[in-house]
């Protein structure tokens, strides 16, 4: 039924590692890609109780992993086909629903031409939402910002935080919102419910979930020991006398 299906049996599913080679390759499969990374996604907590989503657009077709099923048990034959405006082309034999981050996905294609796209409900993305103050998460001189296209170590990076609602679609308008307002941002988080995170490809989308997840969680416990994740730390002195001084003195103080 798919060409990327024809050697593939569904009870195996490729490694990330076998998947990740496939990418240079005419027979790389998004569906294959997008099953294995909801379950390395699963494996960082980030999908658990069949929440969050994925998403990669390849060669014109939208790929999206289905609503409400376990995400760490799907297959790369149960997923949705969409065109560039949403439209369905093809569906899942089982009977699944389109996944209600739909909509959000298509606004990160549309007006960022991402490549891919994914929901996160990680324990950090909703944390950081928690300790983050006029609607925006904002952190600055960490190393793993370098991971964020367009950013650099001494920068101050910016996510937007959006309100809740209580169904997934009707966040639509403020990630809309937010994405335009907010242009040098490759992610939206939601207050006490998640993230949205994109790339211009699986890989980039990839690495910038993992870099802002590792932000969110040093934002958090830099405020659990006092320190102000916000603002550049003062500059360190270095010891005029350098480690000996440091020695002749820590063995003077003994005698």
């Not at 998947?19 to 005419?26: N, Q, Y």
């Not at 928690?130 to 296209?149: H, V, Y």
């Not at 550049?232 to 063995?251: D, F, L």
């Amino acid at each position: 039924r798919y060409s990327c299906l024809a050697t593939l049996e569904c009870a195996k599913i490729p490694s990330l590692n076998q998947v990740i080679a496939m990418v240079d390759e005419s027979e790389f499969c998004p569906r294959s890609m997008i099953a294995e990374l909801c379950r390395h996604f699963y494996q960082q907590g980030w999908v658990s109780g069949t929440g969050g989503g994925i998403s990669i657009k390849h060669e014109g077709v939208i790929y999206v992993a289905p609503s409400g099923v376990q995400k760490e048990r799907m297959h790369a034959d149960d997923m949705f086909t969409l065109d560039s405006s949403g439209k369905i082309l093809e569906k899942p034999s089982k009977p699944f629903k389109l996944s209600a981050c739909t909509p959000l996905f298509m606004h990160a294609y549309q007006i960022r031409d991402a490549g891919a796209v994914l929901h996160s409900h990680s324990h950090n993305a909703m944390l950081a939402t928690l300790i983050s103050a006029d609607g925006e998460f904002r952190i600055t001189q960490q190393e793993m910002i370098k991971g964020i296209a367009g950013h650099g170590f001494y920068d101050t990076l910016v996510v937007p935080i959006i309100t809740n609602t209580a169904h997934e679609h009707e966040l639509a308008d403020s990630l809309k919102e937010a994405i335009e307002k907010y242009p040098k941002s490759y992610a939206v988080l939601v207050e006490r419910h998640g993230v949205y995170v994109w790339g211009r490809d699986w890989a980039q989308a990839k690495t910038h979930a993992e870099c802002y997840d590792y932000l969110f969680a040093a934002a958090f416990k830099m405020k659990q020991i006092g320190i102000d994740w916000t603002r550049a730390p003062k500059k360190r002195a270095i010891s005029e006398t350098g480690e000996n001084g440091a020695m002749a003195k820590k063995h003077a103080t003994a005698s």
